[in-house]
């Protein structure tokens, strides 16, 4: 395969930063030679992929466009119609596609969701809030000065910080940051379970091509993209969803129902998402939290469901498992190793404590991000047959425990065996544990297919 | 044989369409036009009909041109296709489906094949059988996901299941001598729910997903 | 008018061959029916309800004369009945990725069949000789090959336990309840909408 050039490919798709304190502003291009200036002087600015052998900077920058936001820089229709159809619709208008209905329908979203306007995501990482503030204003200046573009809103975003270090927690408990797939040329070692499986049983790197246009993907060729290649090669898509969290619902059915299960609080909770909440997976420490694996590359997302098809270790409708569910399809994985996302994200508001008062209508939740080379073959696919159903799992219609849009009804099974503290059991009468507030589709372009954009020097042929 | 695949009976039927220009609307369209207002669900004639697992109807106007080197050729007549999966074993088993065709639904019958040819109308079931034989195809290879259970077994397996999962989340916690006589209590009840109508979508959810039958 | 019932997809499709390479198919198909572990992958991969293919050899294309012209064909013809769960992206995707070399040996007899692997050649040549349906029932739209398979599992379990549940002891019943529960355990699913095809 061909050697990626990390200096053309922005940073934040080829890397989690581990950056903890993020704010994403949302920008409308108001008149086409303006908006062109402001790429161009935002240009040197763009952090790319190339290595922080030297140290992590201060702070980071990164772009993407939705379809509506390339129009306004004046691209050539033919390219335009040529990105794919979801992209060019964005996800409002993929709603009943996604699921996205009742409470998590469009016309509950956030106002700037609601309309046409956002044109581009602008996200901005720092190391410290000083630096994410400072970084935040230069740009606010650019933008001013060029009068490139209106910021119609922006979104902050801070993983949380106990006792001076930082977590990987989420507001509802749980240790997040496993499970990023391993991609062929970007990462310079794989840990086993984040690829693909192999016939031997042993864990491979995923194709480039699932992450990146232009390269070869899981499917023996080049993904579909838009053109020309130069404006789609080292480019990729993103889903971007607002997703509030109902602390106060999900603190009150996990209490409520630990009462009558016989695993106990933390154990049921485990259950709901295939680890437990400082990140051990069921599968290999069934009984109790283990930290020596979760510190382990190669153990802690070391694992296959073949010895627990029943489910009575990580239940079959897990969250884990039903988003990649490895080997449990049978085929080697094959039907997996085309449906993964790269998911980048941090929580939103303010932490409260386990014995604190909290309220569903407090401001929290997780900006999800998720990258692939395509969102209706890899996103727009988990969320409609693995989050939104069940089939696939043989879960009929039954819903992701966490993350479904249950309005009210639906069940989560627990598979468990004689033993006392893993008995079966079913939650039923589902609330919306987690609410969509908003979002849409990004095109995250290369460093080559920004100049040509700012330099309006995209030709379709 | 090959139509037969346990006890379910793949049936093929090309029934040749009359060619007659002076219709207007030609005899396929009138066809097709009668299948858009056909209702496919609970009210389908095929679920008044027993033993019809999945079944569709399909115009079909010519075979395809796939392309040079590839000759170009077409049908002198275009078919209606019938793909049936039903209940039936054997010959006499494909009889008796078609009889059952013929005396539940022959005015829909009469509707969709009048403008076929040959066809002698479903009130002489004999011809009828025989006219539909006359237009099957042999199945040459047919597979069933579950080729061993009737339509009515699997309505009655489907309402179970449900039925099931209800009581298993509502009984938990319930201590022994109660749970027993809930269950039994539940199971006579279940045994004397109605058959769920084939054709029907079951109990409405409470959430739209925006699926195709809302 | 709908290629599209509840959960179940219906596909036609139809294929031109050579007389003498839809023989050879027939010898293939012979085979399969005679050795059922071939089919196993097709099994294994559990979203379609019923599948059919059908020969039909060019001279034997119905003729009932009152007046039908005899059909005049240099091609056989393979017509493909499919009922499958899923979105018909994701059914030529799995098979695709699973079953490619089970695909190629019944459709490279089919005149420009372009292979079933790399995918997007293969989706295209399915839209090319895929025709629509006009009429589609299904008996249970509500439910998957997955879910049937199941609701039987828990028939079956529930009918061995309801003949039982009057002669035990409370404490045995609860003991046989918790034995019921777990063969089941597995196969309480839902059923219901499907997701929008896309």
């Keep these: ?65 939705t379809h509506r936001g390339l129009s306004a820089f004046e691209l050539p229709p033919a390219t335009m119609i040529s990105f794919p159809v979801e992209f060019q619709q964005g996800m409002r208008a993929r709603a009943s596609i996604l699921g996205d209905t009742g409470r998590n329908a469009p016309e509950h979203w956030e106002h700037i969701w609601r309309g046409d306007r956002v044109h581009a995501w602008l996200g901005v990482n720092g190391i410290t809030p000083a630096a994410l503030d400072a970084r935040s204003a230069a740009l606010r200046n650019l933008i001013d ?187 080697n994985g094959k039907l997996i190793d085309r449906r993964r996302i790269t998911r980048r994200g941090l929580p939103y508001g303010s932490f409260a404590g386990e014995d604190e008062q ?68 079913i939650c039923a009468h589902l609330p919306n544990f987690v609410e969509l507030r908003g979002g849409d589709y990004f095109f995250l372009p290369s460093i080559t297919a920004l100049e040509m954009i700012a330099m309006k020097l995209v030709d379709p042929r | 044989m090959p139509n037969q695949n346990g006890s379910v009976y793949g049936l093929t039927i090309l029934s040749p369409i009359l060619d007659d220009e002076k219709a207007s609307p030609s005899h396929d369209l009138q066809i097709r036009l009668y299948l858009s207002t056909l209702p496919t669900g609970a009210n389908s004639p095929f679920a008044k009909s027993p033993g019809t697992h999945l079944c569709r109807l399909v115009v079909m106007d010519d075979v395809v041109y796939v392309g040079a080197p590839s000759i170009e050729e077409h049908l002198q007549s275009k078919y209606l296709v019938f793909e049936c999966n039903l209940d039936a074993t054997g010959e006499e088993g494909l009889e008796a489906y078609l009889r ?87 199971a006579a009840k279940l045994k004397a729910e109605p058959l769920p109508k084939p054709g029907s979508m079951g109990p409405k959810r409470d959430i739209k997903l925006g699926g195709r039958n809302e | 008018m709908s290629n599209i019932n509840g959960k179940v997809y219906a596909m036609n499709a139809i294929t031109p061959m050579k007389p003498w390479k839809s023989w050879v198919l027939r010898v293939i198909f012979f085979a399969l029916g005679e050795f059922p572990a071939l ?56 098979f695709s990725a699973v079953l490619a070399s089970g695909l190629n040996l019944i459709w490279r007899w089919s005149e420009k069949f372009p292979g079933s692997m790399p995918v997007t050649l293969f989706k295209e040549y399915i839209a090319r000789v895929q025709f629509d349906t006009d009429y589609y029932y299904t008996a249970y739209p509500h439910a998957t090959a997955n879910d049937l398979k199941s609701a039987h599992v828990v028939q079956a379990s529930f009918e061995s336990l309801s003949a039982q549940a009057g002669n035990y002891t409370p404490e045995e019943f609860a003991e046989a309840f918790l034995g019921f529960v777990l063969q089941v355990q597995a196969h309480l699913g839902e059923t219901g909408e499907a997701p929008v095809v896309f």
């Design chain 2, 100 to 186: 059952g065709l013929a005396e539940h639904m022959p005015d829909h019958l009469d509707a969709i094949w009048s403008h076929c040819v040959g066809y002698p109308g479903a009130a002489d079931v004999q011809a009828f059988i025989r006219y539909m034989k006359a237009c099957q195809v042999e199945t040459t290879f047919f597979f069933a996901a579950v080729n061993n259970k009737s339509v009515t077994e699997s309505l009655r397996a489907l309402q179970t299941q449900r039925a099931v999962a209800d009581f298993i989340a509502s009984s938990q916690g319930m201590e022994a001598s109660r749970l027993q006589a809930k269950f039994v209590e539940f």
């Design chain 1, 1 to 65: 395969m061909s050697k990626l050039n990390e200096t053309d490919i922005q940073g934040f798709v080829l890397r989690g930063y581990n950056l903890l304190f993020a704010r994403y502003f949302f920008l409308h291009f108001e008149e086409p030679a303006r908006a062109r200036r402001l790429i161009e002087q935002l240009l040197p600015s763009i952090t790319t992929g190339q290595r922080w052998d030297s140290g992590k900077p201060q702070s980071t920058v990164n772009i993407g466009f």
């Design chain 1, 145 to 331: 000065e060029t009068r490139g573009a209106v910021v119609l809103d922006s979104q902050d975003a801070a993983g949380q910080i106990v006792d001076g270090r930082p977590t990987a927690k989420e507001h509802f408990g749980y240790t997040d940051g496993f499970g990023n797939p391993d991609y062929l040329g970007v990462e310079r070692s794989t840990q086993p379970g984040q690829g693909k499986l192999m016939p031997d049983g042993s864990w491979a790197p995923l194709a480039t091509g699932e992450l990146l246009l232009g390269y070869a993907d899981e499917a023996g060729e080049l993904p579909v993209a838009p053109i020309p290649h130069i404006l789609a090669s080292n480019g990729t898509f993103m889903a971007y969803r607002k997703l509030h969290q109902n602390l106060a619902t999900f603190r009150n059915y996990l209490e409520e129902k630990s009462r009558l299960y016989g695993g106990g609080k933390e154990k049921l909770a485990a259950k709901f998402i295939g680890r437990w909440r400082d990140g051990t997976p069921l599968e290999l420490s069934p009984d109790a939290e283990n930290p020596d694996i979760v510190k382990d590359p190669d153990r802690s997302t070391n694992f296959t469901y073949g010895a627990d098809a029943e489910g009575t270790r990580c239940p079959i409708g897990a969250h884990t498992r039903r988003v990649h569910p490895r080997d449990a399809f049978g085929f």
């Design chain 3, 39 to 94: 089919q196993q992958d097709l099994i294994n991969l559990s979203f379609i309800e019923f599948a059919r293919w059908v020969s039909v050899p060019r001279r034997k294309f119905p003729y009932l004369a009152h007046g039908q012209a005899k059909e005049d064909l240099r091609y056989d013809y393979l017509l493909f009945f499919s009922n499958f769960n899923g979105t018909w992206n994701q059914y030529i995707d799995a």
């Design chain 1, 358 to 425: 909290v309220s569903d209508s407090d401001d929290r939740g997780v900006v999800f991000m998720a990258l692939n080379a395509s969102l209706s073959r890899q996103f727009e696919f988990v969320q409609q047959q693995w989050i939104e159903y069940g089939n696939d799992a043989h879960q009929g219609n039954d819903k992701d425990m966490l993350m479904g849009n249950h309005g009210g009804s639906g069940k989560f099974v627990v598979q468990g065996d004689r033993s006392a503290n893993n008995p079966p059991f």
